[in-house]
T-cell receptor
Framework: ETGVTQTPRHLVMGMTNKKSLKCEQHLGHNAMYWYKQSAKKPLELMFVYNFKEQTENNSVPSRFSPECPNSSHLFLHLHTLQPEDSALYLC????????????FGPGTRLTVL | GQSLEQPSEVTAVEGAIVQINCTYQTSGFYGLSWYQQHDGGAPTFLSYNALDGLEETGRFSSFLSRSDSYGYLLLQELQMKDSASYFCAVRDPNDYKLSFGAGTTVTVRA
C-alpha cells in the first residue's frame, strides 16, 4: 500500500464510450502524474500537475483529458478512445514536481474494444 | 530528450547476484533512480544516485558514473520475491520530467 489509490482497477470500454479514471493520494503530496504503461515499452509520462496546476502535457491526444480539482485527487477523462490506447494507466504522486521519489498507484488496466 | 538502455531480461538462481546495467543519453541530468515493479503491481522506488559511487540499501545497491553516463542496480542474495521488473529513470532538470527505461525482467529460479 503506497498511499495512492486508483479506481477502477480494470475497465473495458468501447470506442464511443466516455469513462473516467480516478486517483487519490493520502500522502500530502503536491505533485501528481498520469503515466501510460504498455507491454515491453517504457512508462510514458502523460500529464503532470504541481499544486493543482498542469505543468506538463506530453503531446497527449485530446481524447485524454485530465482534471485536478485539488492536490489529493486526479482524474483522467476518456472519450472516443482507440484500441491502441489499451494499456495500464498509472497515477503517481510526489512531494513536489522536483522530487525524485514518486509513489505509484496500482494502476487501471484499460481495454478498448 | 532522454534515452535509456537496459537489458530486457535476466534469469538467476536463488542466492545469486544480479547486476542490471543502465546507460543513458540525456539533454540534462539530475540523477539516476531505480524502481521495482512486481507483476500486476505498482512501481515502487528503490534508490536514487545523484553523485558518482555506490549506494547500498540492504541487499540492493545502486551505482552511478556520471562521466560514463552509466549506472547499475546490484541485487545480492537473490530471493524468489525479487522476481520483478526493474526500471531505471532519469529526471530532466529543465522540466522535472522522469524518463524511464523499458525495464529489465528478473526471474529468480529455485
Amino acid at each position: 500500500e503506497t498511499g495512492v489509490t486508483q479506481t477502477p482497477r480494470h475497465l473495458v470500454m468501447g470506442m464511443t464510450n466516455k469513462k473516467s479514471l480516478k486517483c487519490e493520494q493520502h500522502l500530502g503530496h503536491n505533485a501528481m502524474y498520469w503515466y501510460k504503461q504498455s507491454a515491453k515499452k517504457p512508462l510514458e509520462l502523460m500529464f503532470v500537475y504541481n499544486f493543482k496546476e498542469q505543468t506538463e502535457n506530453n503531446s497527449v491526444p485530446s481524447r485524454f483529458s485530465p482534471e485536478c480539482p485539488n492536490s489529493s485527487h486526479l482524474f483522467l477523462h476518456l472519450h472516443t478512445l482507440q484500441p491502441e490506447d489499451s494499456a495500464l494507466y498509472l497515477c503517481a504522486s510526489s512531494q513536489g514536481a522536483e522530487s525524485d521519489e514518486q509513489f505509484f498507484g496500482p494502476g487501471t488496466r484499460l481495454t478498448v474494444l | 530528450g532522454q534515452s535509456l538502455e537496459q537489458p530486457s531480461e535476466v534469469t538467476a538462481v536463488e542466492g545469486a547476484i544480479v547486476q542490471i546495467n543502465c546507460t543513458y543519453q540525456t539533454s540534462g541530468f539530475y540523477g539516476l533512480s531505480w524502481y521495482q515493479q512486481h507483476d500486476g503491481g505498482a512501481p515502487t522506488f528503490l534508490s536514487y544516485n545523484a553523485l558518482d559511487g555506490l549506494e547500498e540499501t540492504g541487499r540492493f545497491s545502486s551505482f552511478l558514473s556520471r562521466s560514463d553516463s552509466y549506472g547499475y542496480l546490484l541485487l545480492q542474495e537473490l530471493q524468489m520475491k525479487d522476481s520483478a521488473s526493474y526500471f531505471c529513470a532519469v529526471r530532466d532538470p529543465n522540466d522535472y520530467k522522469l524518463s524511464f527505461g523499458a525495464g529489465t525482467t528478473v526471474t529468480v529460479r529455485a
